[in-house]
């Protein structure tokens, strides 16, 4: 059990009708997103996935938890193959992987409490003391229990986020995709947020994907790194491994993009 | 910038009142009519025809807004006009509302092919004139309360479907559809659990725009003698009737006029007042 990875991608492929171009008859020519992806997550890790606009990375992570279906290759998800799988099928495994989305205004029913949409995903998957267990994720992600009763317009961003957060953990799920789930936040929301996912990571065992666009967010959180470009894997490997000695010239390229805090040796 | 706040949130219950307050009045006196109506509203008097109202020379205390031409209590056939008015504004308004709204919301959610279906089918409707429309729908269908109904339903049901279709559509790319899909909600829930009440808002101020304009065109329909028949009083047919005498008795015309204008401007007055004072989100 423990050898098999949580996420088991083999060859991904992923297309999309280029509405645009299509002709005034017949089918729309298709755009190949995802060129031949294959990934494993080995269970318990934190896994960065970067690259940059276009890159595919978001539709990479929204096939992983079967927001869309693939067109061939293979998503096995703890050895079960869910590449095809229909919504009836997925709905029992739908506890196990989570998501957290990019913009929590988005991303939270506006006309609903969050107490309510915190319960959504329990009551949907049929836990028990739905009541007890929204209370244990809004203490998990550091929100006080009256913010049950508040709207998420009343929330500030990185509560948002938070709620996002303890929607996602509520199912006591193995697998967590986080899709640039900081990029909307202030620069201290956003630590306060990746210093919560990591402490998350730790108590609850959770093996968690995360998109960026940003290297140094990935640098501080993940242990592992795959660089994506155009729709394939430039490169997979140990985060520290991939700053010290990059393999691709992409991977090159973006890590010469970063600002460094060093000193110009002219100034000083 | 509270007090800026305070402001427009009485604004919004100063006109929540006013507009809720004149149709429940409307309301009451349609359940009520034969109770309230001082007169019968056909009751004929030759020899008190054209009675002036209660302020001018020569009326009578009995009949305060006067009398039509063949001597009829004009206040009391507004009262029972308002049976007319207001069953139709509600039930060709909620018909036409749950009609609308849940193509609208198919279309948008699902799109594809029903949405192909529902959305060429509405382009097709709105290219009819309507009042043509439904005058030759009535042709068809003979006069009739329920024709008229069934005129307003037919004809209307495109105004729902159009803005809800729009609205439906902006919902669905938000994340909180895909989050509840991930959640593993099926899509005809997400349709009504999770997007519905996102259109609510619209739905309810388009509601009461359409109820408005159910009475409207009530009246038109009855202006042109193809409502229901004339032992009924209607508002349009009033109007009708006042044109013909508007230079010796103007009240026949412009009571039901000044009756009708506030109940149409009370109906969409009141769908912006419930919008902003019964959503959470601008509270």
């Given at each position: 059990?423990?050898?098999?990875?949580?996420?088991?991608?083999?060859?991904?492929?992923?297309?999309?009708?280029?509405?645009?171009?299509?002709?005034?008859?017949?089918?729309?020519?298709?755009?190949?997103?995802?060129?031949?992806?294959?990934?494993?997550?080995?269970?318990?890790?934190?896994?960065?996935?970067?690259?940059?606009?276009?890159?595919?990375?978001?539709?990479?992570?929204?096939?992983?938890?079967?927001?869309?279906?693939?067109?061939?290759?293979?998503?096995?998800f703890?050895?079960?193959?869910?590449?095809?799988?229909?919504?009836?099928?997925?709905?029992?495994?739908?506890?196990?992987?989570?998501?957290?989305?990019?913009?929590?205004?988005?991303s939270?029913?506006?006309?609903?409490?969050?107490g309510?949409?915190?319960?959504?995903?329990?009551?949907?998957?049929?836990?028990d003391?739905?009541?007890?267990?929204?209370?244990?994720?809004?203490?998990?992600?550091?929100?006080?229990?009256?913010?049950?009763?508040?709207?998420?317009?009343e929330?500030?961003?990185?509560?948002?986020?938070?709620?996002?957060?303890?929607?996602?953990?509520?199912?006591?799920?193995?697998?967590?995709?986080?899709?640039?789930?900081?990029?909307?936040?202030?620069?201290?929301?956003?630590?306060?947020?990746?210093?919560?996912?990591?402490?998350?990571?730790?108590?609850?065992?959770?093996?968690?994907?995360?998109?960026?666009?940003?290297?140094?967010?990935?640098?501080?959180?993940?242990?592992?790194?795959?660089?994506?470009?155009?729709?394939?894997?430039?490169?997979?490997?140990?985060?520290?491994?991939?700053?010290?000695?990059?393999?691709?010239?992409?991977?090159?390229?973006?890590?010469?993009?970063?600002?460094?805090?060093?000193?110009?040796?002219?100034?000083? | 910038?509270?007090?800026?706040?305070?402001?427009?949130?009485?604004?919004?219950?100063?006109?929540?009142?006013?507009?809720?307050?004149?149709?429940?009045?409307?309301?009451?006196?349609?359940?009520?009519?034969?109770?309230?109506?001082?007169?019968?509203?056909?009751?004929?008097?030759?020899?008190?025809?054209?009675?002036?109202?209660?302020?001018?020379?020569g009326?009578?205390?009995?009949?305060?807004?006067?009398?039509?031409?063949?001597?009829?209590?004009v206040?009391?056939?507004?009262?029972?006009?308002?049976?007319?008015?207001?069953?139709?504004?509600?039930?060709?308004g909620?018909?036409?509302?749950?009609?609308?709204?849940?193509?609208?919301?198919?279309?948008?959610?699902?799109r594809?092919?029903?949405?192909?279906?529902?959305?060429?089918?509405?382009?097709?409707?709105?290219?009819?004139?309507?009042?043509?429309?439904?005058?030759?729908?009535?042709?068809?269908?003979?006069?009739g309360?329920?024709?008229?109904?069934?005129?307003?339903?037919?004809?209307?049901?495109?105004?729902?479907?159009?803005?809800?279709?729009?609205?439906?559509?902006?919902?669905?790319?938000?994340?909180?559809?895909?989050?509840?899909?991930?959640?593993?909600?099926?899509?005809?829930?997400?349709?009504?659990?999770?997007?519905?009440?996102?259109?609510?808002?619209?739905?309810?101020?388009?509601?009461?725009?359409?109820?408005?304009?159910?009475?409207?065109?009530?009246?038109?329909?009855?202006?042109?003698?193809?409502?229901?028949?004339?032992?009924?009083?209607?508002?349009?047919?009033?109007?009708?009737?006042?044109?013909?005498?508007?230079?010796?008795?103007?009240?026949?015309?412009?009571?039901?006029?000044?009756?009708?204008?506030l109940?149409?401007?009370?109906?969409?007055?009141?769908?912006?007042?419930?919008k902003?004072h019964?959503?959470?989100?601008?509270?």
């Amino acid at each position: 059990m423990s050898d098999t990875p949580i996420y088991d991608i083999e060859n991904l492929r992923l297309s999309f009708p280029d509405m645009a171009h299509k002709p005034l008859l017949g089918p729309a020519p298709r755009v190949e997103i995802l060129k031949g992806i294959s990934l494993r997550i080995p269970r318990g890790d934190v896994v960065g996935i970067v690259g940059g606009s276009g890159s595919g990375k978001s539709t990479l992570g929204r096939a992983m938890v079967r927001l869309i279906e693939p067109d061939s290759g293979a998503i096995r998800f703890e050895g079960q193959d869910i590449t095809h799988l229909g919504e009836d099928a997925l709905r029992p495994l739908r506890r196990r992987f989570q998501m957290i989305f990019q913009d929590p205004m988005s991303s939270l029913n506006p006309r609903r409490t969050v107490g309510a949409i915190i319960a959504g995903p329990l009551k949907l998957q049929g836990f028990d003391r739905v009541s007890g267990r929204v209370d244990q994720a809004l203490d998990h992600v550091g929100l006080p229990r009256v913010f049950r009763k508040r709207y998420p317009h009343e929330l500030s961003g990185g509560q948002r986020q938070r709620v996002g957060i303890a929607r996602a953990i509520a199912t006591e799920p193995d697998f967590i995709l986080a899709d640039e789930i900081v990029s909307g936040l202030d620069v201290s929301s956003q630590a306060q947020v990746l210093n919560l996912l990591e402490q998350l990571v730790r108590e609850l065992g959770l093996t968690l994907a995360f998109i960026s666009h940003d290297l140094s967010v990935i640098r501080r959180l993940c242990r592992h790194t795959v660089v994506l470009h155009r729709g394939e894997v430039v490169e997979y490997s140990e985060t520290q491994a991939l700053f010290d000695a990059p393999q691709a010239a992409y991977t090159r390229e973006l890590l010469d993009a970063i600002p460094l805090p060093d000193l110009d040796q002219v100034w000083v | 910038m509270a007090d800026a706040r305070g402001l427009v949130k009485r604004r919004a219950g100063a006109r929540l009142w006013l507009s809720a307050g004149w149709l429940t009045l409307l309301a009451l006196a349609a359940v009520f009519a034969p109770l309230i109506a001082p007169h019968d509203p056909l009751a004929q008097d030759l020899f008190g025809a054209r009675l002036p109202p209660f302020w001018e020379h020569g009326a009578d205390a009995a009949f305060p807004l006067g009398t039509d031409s063949l001597g009829r209590d004009v206040l009391s056939r507004i009262i029972h006009g308002a049976r007319v008015a207001l069953g139709v504004a509600l039930i060709a308004g909620t018909l036409t509302c749950l009609i609308g709204a849940l193509l609208g919301l198919i279309a948008g959610y699902f799109r594809g092919w029903p949405d192909m279906v529902i959305s060429r089918f509405v382009d097709i409707w709105m290219a009819f004139p309507p009042v043509l429309f439904a005058i030759l729908l009535i042709a068809v269908l003979g006069t009739g309360l329920s024709s008229i109904i069934i005129a307003i339903v037919v004809i209307d049901w495109t105004r729902f479907a159009r803005v809800i279709r729009a609205e439906a559509m902006s919902q669905g790319a938000m994340d909180y559809v895909a989050s509840a899909q991930v959640a593993g909600r099926k899509r005809f829930s997400i349709m009504l659990a999770e997007i519905l009440p996102n259109v609510l808002p619209t739905i309810v101020v388009l509601l009461t725009l359409e109820m408005g304009i159910a009475v409207i065109v009530e009246a038109i329909l009855s202006f042109v003698n193809l409502s229901i028949s004339t032992d009924q009083p209607t508002w349009g047919s009033m109007i009708a009737e006042g044109r013909l005498s508007i230079h010796q008795a103007w009240w026949v015309l412009v009571f039901p006029l000044i009756t009708l204008f506030l109940t149409v401007l009370s109906f969409s007055q009141l769908g912006e007042g419930l919008k902003d004072h019964f959503d959470p989100v601008l509270r």
